[in-house]
């Protein structure tokens, strides 16, 4: 079954604006994982938040998590058109990574 | 460096014919295995896990089988497929207890018709 729920389901924005997606899931975790795919392809992992952090950076990344409202987001700072992509939030329970059915960014130039 | 390859890229077969995908790794060893499916326009969905050779975990009941006869190896087979089982297969792997990111392969795209 799917732990994580992304909303929104699609968002377009324009180059240089920011993209925040969110992300709820349902039971406790031990880390939270961003994963980006390109059309028809693989996915590449992008970011990853532990469950006693808050708030994680990586270049143009931001993550936020609340474990108190089982959710996260992902924040895409001055987008540029090869940011666009479908983005999953994917939780770690012990087991295996469960994935949501993710947000379609679109950024056009 | 570490290398995850998955054939055939696409595939289409008839409904009721046999399936088999392979996954390799190359570059660690001992890692742990995944089969995901994603269906158009969805989310993955985990099939299957392994955490060594000859052991696997279903996560969902259907007409696929997984195996995992050499430590690099994850092969994902059904004996006679069914229109529903039309997606794209994702395979991925870790680096067992060591680490927590997944690493996927590029994907194979199969159309039961």
């Known amino acids: 079954s799917q732990q994580g729920e992304e909303d929104p389901q699609a968002l377009s924005i324009q180059e240089g604006e920011n993209a925040t997606m969110n992300c709820s899931y349902k039971t406790s975790i031990n880390n939270l994982q961003w994963y980006r795919q390109n059309s028809g392809r693989g996915l590449v992992h992008l970011i990853l938040?532990?469950?006693?952090?808050r708030e994680k950076h990586s270049g143009r990344l931001r993550v936020t998590l609340d474990t108190s409202k089982k959710s996260s987001s992902l924040l895409i700072t001055a987008s540029r058109a090869a940011d666009t992509a479908s983005y999953f939030c994917?939780?770690?329970?012990?087991?295996?990574?469960?994935f949501g059915k993710g947000t379609t960014l679109s950024v056009s130039s | 460096s570490q290398t995850i390859h998955q054939w055939p890229a696409t595939l289409v077969q008839p409904v009721g014919s046999p399936l088999s995908l392979e996954c390799t790794v190359e570059?660690?060893?001992?890692?742990?295995l995944y089969w995901y499916r994603q269906a158009a326009g969805r989310g993955l969905q985990l099939l299957f896990y392994s955490v060594g050779i000859g052991q696997i975990s279903s996560e969902v009941p259907q007409n696929l089988s997984a195996s995992r006869p050499q430590d690099r190896q994850f092969i994902l087979s059904s004996k006679k497929l069914l229109l529903s089982d039309s997606g794209f297969y994702l395979c991925?792997?870790?680096?067992?207890?060591?680490?927590?990111?997944?690493?996927f392969g590029p994907g194979t795209r199969l159309t039961v018709t």
């Open positions: 991925a792997w870790k680096p067992g207890l060591a680490g927590d990111e997944q690493y």
């Open positions: 938040i532990r469950s006693n952090e």
């Open positions: 994917a939780t770690d329970a012990g087991t295996a990574l469960i």
């Open positions: 570059g660690t060893s001992n890692p742990n």
